[in-house]
Structure formats: C-alpha cells, structure tokens
C-alpha cells in the first residue's frame, strides 16, 4: 500500500504554537477573530485532537506494514483520505457560508502549497539524487516520469497508464510508488472546493439552508464514487486501486461525517463504545483483509468505518474513551511528523533493498529503516515544515506564485532530462536496428568468449528493455490485466496482406519476442504474418493445467480470450499458428495439456501448427545486471541446465496430435553449457525472461532453417 498524508492541510491538532499561529493550517480551518455565524450548529468548528491521534495511529500501520507486510496493506491510506475529506468539507464549507458562497481561491491555495509542496519537493529532489546513484540506468527513464508526475499530482495516471500497479517494496518497486495517493488527495483538493461552493450557491438560489443541500450533494458523491469503485474493482483491480474516481468516496464520506457531527449526537456510552470499535478496525484493517486485493471496493469501509466511528465518538469526557488514548503525546508526535514520515519512509526502503541486493528486509534491517525515516522526518518537520506553516499567511498569492514557480521549474527540468533519456534510447534502438556484420549476434554463438569483441554491446542497455517487437506499437496486443475489456481479440495488420501463404503468430509475449525474425523469413518468402496474441496468456484449451501441480493458472479474462481467438483463426483458416510448444512459466519445462487440447480442436479444424520452444527466466533482468556490474557479465547469464531439459520436453510425448510440428530455437540462445547475456556484441535479453528485437532479428537464419525442416510445404 502507498499514500500521503492526505490531512496535511487543515489538520486538527492539539494546540501548538505552529495551530495557534495558522489560521487555518492546522486547527481544522477556524479563522482568527469572533466566530461568525452560521446556518446550522454542525458548521461551526471545533477542537478535535483524537483526530490527530488517529493519523499518528494511521501513519504508524503503514510504515509498518510497507516494511514488513510483504505487500499487505495497513488501511491507513484510506483512513488519510477520509481525514482529509473531513477536513476539507467542514473547512470550506464554514467558510462557503461566511462569505454567502464564495472561497477565497488565493488563501485556499496558498494553505495548500506551503503545507504540502515544501517537504515533497525535497523528498523528490533527494529520490532524484539517489536513483542517479543507486539505480541502474535502465531505469533512469521510468524514475523522471514517475518523478515528474509526482510533482505535478498525477502519479497514480502514471502508474495507470505505465500498467505499473501497486506492488509490495522491493529492489525493482519505483521509489515514488506510493505518490499516487498524494496525487488523488490533491485532485481532492483542487475538485472539492467547486462542489462546497456550488452547494452553496444552489442553496441560496433555492432559498434553502445550505447545510442539507451540502449533505445530500455530499452523500450523492459518495454513493456515486462507491458504485464505481465496486464495478471497476471487478472489472479491474489494479486500475480500480489507483482512480481517483474510485477512491473519491473515501474523502467525501469524511465530508459527510463532517456535516452530520454525530459526536453531538449520540449517548456518551455508545460513543465510548463507537470509539474502542473504531480503533480495532483501523488497527486490524491489514491482518483481517488482503487491501491489496479489495480495496478500495467495499472492504475498505472496514478502515473508513474505523475512522467513521472514532469520530462519531468524538470527545467522551471519560478516561475509558479512546479519544483519550488518541490524544496521547506519543500519537499526537506521530501526527505531528505523520506527512514527511510518509514521503520518506518508502523511498528510503527500496533504496535499502536496492543496495543491499534483498527481496525484503529482516527484522532488524527493518527496525533500522523505521528508525531512520522516523529521524529524517522528525528533521524535515522542525526544520522545513514547522518554520514554514507556522507564521500567519499574509500574502497567500506570493506563496502560490512560489509554489508554481518551483513545480514549474522542477517539472521542466524533469521533463527535459526524460525527454533528453527517451532520444538517447531511440537514437539507440535505431542504431541497433541496422543490419551492421559488426554486430552478429547469434551466429557468434560458437566462438570464443560468444564473439564479443569488448565493443560496446547493441542495443544501448538504457535503451534494451524497451527493444521489442514494432507490432506493440500498433496497440493491438491484448493486454495481460483480468479485465472484461482484455478478454477481447485484436488482430494486428499483417506483414504482406492478400499473400498466398498465412501464418498466426500467437501465445503470449514470448511468442511475440520471435516475431522480428519471422518478419526477416516472411519478407524473404513473402507470406502474411498476422499477430494475435495477448501478453501473459498462453494458447490453451483449458484453464492451463500442467503434467503436475501448479499456481500457473490462466485468469478467467484469459480462458475468454481463448474461446474467443480459436473462433477467429478458424475464420481466416491461416496455413499455420505459430505458439508455444512449451512453457517455462511452472519453473520448469513443460507442455501443458491445455496446449495439446488446443491443438487437438486446431487439428480437427485443419490447421496446422508449430510450437516453439519456451524460453526460460533468468533470475535477474539482464538490462539491470549489466549496468550494475559491467564487469562481470558473466554473472548475468544462467547456466543452461538451471533453465532447460536435456531434450525439449515434447520428447517421446504420444499424446501429440499429427497437426503439430515443434521448432527450437534454443541452440541460438545458449550453448550447452551456459546461456550468455552477450553474444556477438549483442544483448540477448530485453529482461529477465524476454529476447531483444536486435537480437532475435540475428536469429533469422537459423528460424528459416528450422521452418524448412519441420514446415516445408509453407516454401512451395
């Protein structure tokens, strides 16, 4: 789980000099001098330092859990979004009505910038700093868009568009993941005061109190954004986790528990109660549910309707109340420091797993990182946050001018560093892309030392993950999510349409890898090659089971797509489908039976087919291992036994229709011994698992080769 301090702006505290001194920033929006009236009691604003302590509690989770969950998430994010909404809607809500519906735009922004911006400029700055260090620059690119979308609130867009979704901390986690929340809180921000205001508006339009018109415009948004975060969550988790428009119900619940200050209403005894059972939830939010997985779907109301009960519960005047508790000094410290605890902590763990080279950190590694953000937050508080939101605003437009200036010049400069990156890769990749005998690849195989002559490989590391197959620019390979949406067939235009001779290219991306090659035998022998294929399905019949036991199992979107896809290639009866012959996916060679039932349906339809040999996965992205150890390339290869049989695994199988011939391409990969991650000057590897294009494209002969022995009848 990832998130912001999303209460930054507005916080109710108890009172510090910083709460005393800002007029709004942080004693929940109450401006200096008589209060002013209002049209219903439940406007007015009020001390409440439970609610603070309930973002040190909230805070705590999710350190915690970023550092030990494994990927499990705490609830705290949700539990930030609604304090913010609660915050926020009382906030501009009093004073939507004090000025008859109008909000001044420029203090209303300059409380914002000079809360949030300061200390998530330097955090970004210093994430800048040491990913140029410590991350390979095959990364380099990634980091300056999430870094870029990150100052400029759009982080979990990125994240969306980049199909990077939420992942648990680790070496190869973005260290400015967990942006995205801070992204759909100031997206919160800038959409909510129009909402306030235009309540307003409407109330006095209509002659009516603008405390009901609030609360139904509130309640609707809410009802609104749940039904689509329930649809989305089915229909796509990951999206569903990070959109706005899903999460948007978090803070708008907040709002209505603003407006309807339930704290006023209830029993003294069911608050007491309300209180204790709104602290359990919150704090057994991430041992009772896989958030992950559900939120921010209906499971989510287990830590928002913590949240929701603490503060039905509000001030109990007891000392059995949790209020009592919440308004502690070591939770109130917690608040206190709550949001640059949460800009530091997690750039600081994957930095941690990058240099130590772990997939998670231990018990006392962990402990050290918690220490250590804890004092870099406790820094970044008094010496940046408190000097700066402590003084009264006077000039609040100066300091929104300040603050676009800095976003302005950071988002350029960040925008001209990715751009300057992304030349350098396509400059790169066209490079490479030129049939130069200087660079032979895969016919050097058998030389000395693979042929590598100690010239800089192609293509440029920085530039190999992304060497791929052109066909993905054509946007027509389905997509891997378990979506409805991916369940569909798209059919890429073919190489030379209306040739006499047709083949399917199909079964995933490690089909799709080979395709450069095929592309260098069709145009030689002028067929039409059709690509139809989703990334992460395979080509199966079934719903993937393997000779043996395994969680390698298609998703339900997949097996659709597979109905859906035997139908298409019955109706343009192709000479052939190229796919997998094998997989690799289980951890060890395998064919799967749900490929021989495929194959079987494609026989008794009169096609022919030809399986490819899988390849295997390295244990390391290869791109990243060469950058990181330059000297020692050796170390990021694999040797072959650890990837491949001694014979492909279809060997002696007699459960194999007569349709099907197989074509291994493997002994253009590795020798018998080793698989290099050069070879002929060459990268070999776009990944960990995946072939470069450059390469590949060396690979041509020996594919032609291949064809002509198992398939002759396509050379006629």
């Known amino acids: 789980m990832s998130g912001g301090d999303t209460g930054g702006t507005g916080t109710v505290t108890a009172p510090t000099t910083a709460a005393r001194a800002d007029p709004v ?23 409440r330092p439970e609610l603070h302590g309930l973002r040190g509690l909230a805070i705590a989770l999710v350190v915690v859990f970023h550092v030990f969950g494994d990927g499990r998430v705490s609830g705290g994010i949700d539990v930030f979004l609604a304090i913010s909404g609660f915050l926020f809607t009382g906030m501009l809500a009093r004073e939507a009505v004090r000025t008859g519906g109008a909000v001044h735009v420029g203090r209303y922004l300059g409380r914002i910038v000079r809360r949030l911006l300061p200390s998530a400029v330097l955090v970004l700055a210093a994430t800048w700093v040491a990913g140029r260090l410590l991350l390979p620059e095959t990364r380099w690119e990634q980091l300056g868009r999430e870094l870029l979308a990150s100052l400029t609130y759009r982080e979990n867009w990125e994240l969306i568009d980049s199909q990077l979704g939420y992942g648990a901390a680790g070496a190869l986690t973005s260290p400015v993941q967990h942006f995205w929340s801070m992204s759909v809180q100031g997206q919160f921000y800038l959409v909510w005061p129009l909402v306030v205001v235009g309540c307003v508006l409407v109330s006095r339009a209509l002659r009516r109190s603008v405390w009901p018109v609030l609360l139904v415009t509130v309640a609707g948004v809410t009802t609104a954004s749940m039904a689509w975060a329930a649809r989305l969550h089915l229909a796509d988790q990951q999206v569903a986790y990070l959109h706005t428009g899903a999460r948007l119900w978090e803070p708008a619940l907040g709002g209505v528990l603003a407006l309807l200050a339930l704290e006023r209403r209830l029993p003294r005894g069911v608050r007491v109660v309300c209180g204790w059972v709104g602290v359990a939830l919150v704090a057994t939010s991430g041992l009772v549910l896989d958030g992950a997985a559900l939120f921010p779907g209906p499971a989510a109301l287990w830590p928002v309707g913590g949240f929701a009960l603490v503060m039905a519960a509000g001030s109990t005047g007891t000392r059995w109340g949790a209020d009592r508790w919440l308004s502690g000094r070591w939770l109130a410290w917690a608040g206190d420091i709550a949001y640059p605890l949460f800009l530091w902590h997690w750039p600081i763990v994957v930095f941690t797993l990058v240099v130590t080279g772990r997939d998670r950190l231990g018990p006392f590694d962990g402990a050290l990182v918690i220490l250590a953000s804890v004092v870099v937050a406790h820094l970044t508080h008094t010496l940046v946050e408190r000097p700066l939101t402590g003084p009264p605003l006077r000039r609040p437009w100066w300091v929104v001018l300040v603050g676009a200036l800095v976003v302005g010049l950071g988002a350029g400069a960040l925008g001209a560093w990715t751009a300057t990156l992304v030349q350098q890769r396509e400059a790169a990749l066209a490079q490479a892309a030129q049939d130069d005998p200087a660079y032979p690849g895969a016919a050097a195989l058998g030389e000395p030392g693979f042929g590598n002559t100690g010239a800089t490989p192609v293509p440029d590391l920085a530039a190999a993950p992304r060497d791929n197959a052109d066909v993905y620019d054509q946007g027509c390979i389905q997509d891997h999510a378990d979506t409805e949406a991916a369940s569909e067939v798209l059919v890429c235009e073919g190489t030379a349409p209306g040739a006499d001779t047709t083949l399917v290219l199909t079964g995933g991306s490690h089909m799709v890898h ?54 298409t290639f019955v109706e343009l009866d192709p000479d052939a489908v190229l796919t997998l012959g094998s997989t690799t996916q289980p951890g060890s060679e395998q064919v799967s039976r749900g490929f021989v039932d495929v194959w079987d349906e494609l026989d008794r339809e009169g096609i022919e087919v030809i399986g490819f040999r899988d390849t295997a996965r390295l244990p390391q992205g290869v791109p990243d291992c060469l950058s990181e150890q330059p000297e020692d390339t050796g170390g990021c290869g694999m040797p072959r036994a650890q990837g491949y049989r001694d014979a492909p695994p279809w060997t002696g199988r007699d459960d194999l229709p007569g349709n099907v011939s197989f074509v291994d391409l493997i002994d253009g990969v590795c020798t018998h011994e080793t698989c290099p991650p050069i070879v002929g000057d060459v990268v070999v590897y776009s990944d960990h698992s995946h072939l470069t294009a450059t390469y590949v494209r060396t690979l041509a002969p020996m594919l032609d080769a291949e064809l002509r022995r198992v398939a002759p009848q396509l050379y006629r």
């Open 25 to 47: 920033g942080r004693d929940g929006g109450a401006g200096r001098g008589p209060r002013p009236e209002v049209e219903h009691p439940v406007l007015e604003a009020h001390h």
């Open 514 to 567: 080979y395709l450069p090659a095929l592309q260098v035998v069709a145009e030689q022998q002028g067929w039409d090659v059709v690509v139809i294929s989703r990334s992460g399905c395979h080509l199966s019949a079934n719903t993937g089971d393997y000779p043996t036991a395994t969680d390698a199992l298609p998703t339900d979107s997949c097996v659709a797509w597979n109905d859906a896809a035997l139908e």
